[in-house]
């Protein structure tokens, strides 16, 4: 190593970030920002005070300009927003996306790169990551300055704190939960913030020829966003069989409620997994949780343990929901769930 001492070689290892700027990866439905971004908004407010926050949004169409960039330009704590309009991007596949994420850091040399740990940010930023070469940190759940986060582990049971030591961009998922999003400022803000074009005339068609959209279900549904519910009504395995789910259903609805499940009723085909709550599910905290004939096991706790208010209703009393559970009964659920049903009014 001695011959090379008259070289200064450039360190992996960040010094300080002088001056942060952050870029949040967002999502949008029909020219509405969603929330999870905003929640990631939020999570880049808290990595200091000096920054610069950006939000990338891609799509096509009037609703991404017109609507969502608006909205994004509007947000008092956003001070660019950057869009990229093709039809490359009418759909959130992670090929185009992670280019695209290149493609802006490359300019931007952005400090952070944020997304929420939704389908959307899970399928995006590792793959932007790989192609920046850096090690994302996933689902944070408390920043500590700039460089340290919390994270949660083993399912939830134990919280750990990571230092990030890697070059720049630091790219980050955050559990959208722990970053709640303040009262709606919107449109409030005197000078709303730049919408600058992305320049895509780089943008290669290899980029995107690895992966084909095929087509996308989801539930036709009234009810509110299992992510989002303030409310949400989950049922395990003690329903025993589909039809009589429809009970959990019909009270969420009373409720105005989401509808959850424990990864059990739906490996038994009670529902479809898109209303799984649990380490392998959705992770949720609703100001009330609801829970009939679920037994607490460790991995659906580690979805729903931050919810506000937890009921449970099981008739084994010695059932580990009740550890966690702010109000329990032990009670057989086809006879509370009736009763409960009859006490509610109709909506
Ligand atoms: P059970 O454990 O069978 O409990 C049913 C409960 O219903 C019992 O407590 C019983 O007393 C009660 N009951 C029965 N009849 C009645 C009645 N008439 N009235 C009242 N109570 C009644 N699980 C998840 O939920 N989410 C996940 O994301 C998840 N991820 C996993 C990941 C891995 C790697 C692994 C290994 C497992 C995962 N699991 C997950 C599965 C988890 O370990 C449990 O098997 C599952 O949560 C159990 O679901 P359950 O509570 O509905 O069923």
Redesign the pocket.
């Known amino acids: 190593l001695g011959t090379f001492k008259n070289y200064s070689f450039t360190s992996r290892i960040p010094r300080a970030y002088r001056s942060l700027s952050t870029l949040v990866l967002a999502e949008h439905d029909s020219g509405l920002l969603k929330s999870q971004s905003l929640s990631a908004v939020e999570a880049a407010k808290s990595l200091g005070e000096d920054n610069s926050v950006s939000m990338l949004l891609a799509g096509s169409g009037p609703s991404l300009q017109e609507a969502a960039a608006h909205a994004a330009s509007c947000h008092p704590s956003i001070s660019q927003v950057l869009v990229a309009d093709s039809d490359k991007f009418m759909y959130p596949r992670a090929e185009p996306w992670a280019k695209l994420v290149q493609l802006v850091q490359q300019k931007g040399g952005y400090s952070h790169i944020i997304a929420a740990s939704g389908s959307f940010g899970k399928n995006i930023l590792p793959r932007a990551a790989a192609v920046l070469d850096v090690s994302p940190v996933t689902d944070v759940i408390e920043m500590s300055g700039s460089q340290i986060f919390v994270r949660p582990i083993y399912?939830g049971n134990a919280l750990c704190t990571v230092r990030y030591t890697g070059s720049n961009p630091c790219m980050l998922t955050i559990r959208s939960t722990s970053f709640p999003v303040a009262s709606k400022s919107a449109d409030s803000k005197p000078n709303p913030a730049p919408i600058d074009q992305v320049d895509l005339s780089t943008f290669g068609e290899d980029a995107i020829a690895q992966s084909r959209y095929i087509g996308h279900t989801s539930q036709d549904t009234e009810r509110p966003d299992l992510g989002n519910a303030r409310v949400v009504v989950t049922?395990?395995?003690?329903?025993?069989n589909a039809e009589n789910f429809k009970m959990i259903e019909k009270l969420a609805e009373k409720l105005g409620a989401a509808v959850g499940?424990?990864?059990?009723?739906?490996d038994a085909g009670f529902v479809p997994n898109e209303l799984?709550?649990?380490?392998?599910?959705k992770i949720v905290a609703p100001e009330l949780y609801l829970a009939?004939?679920?037994?607490?096991?460790?991995?659906?706790l580690?979805?729903m343990r931050d919810s506000k208010v937890i009921v449970a209703?099981?008739?084994?009393a010695d059932?580990p929901?009740f550890q966690v559970a702010d109000y329990g009964l032990v009670?057989?659920?086809?006879?509370?769930i009736p009763e409960l049903l009859e006490k509610f009014p109709e909506k």
């Open positions: 399912a049922g395990g395995r003690g329903l025993k499940a424990t990864r059990a009723a739906v799984q709550v649990g380490q392998t599910g009939f004939g679920v037994s607490g096991a460790i991995q659906h580690a979805g209703v099981n008739k084994d059932a929901i009670g057989d659920l086809f006879e509370v």
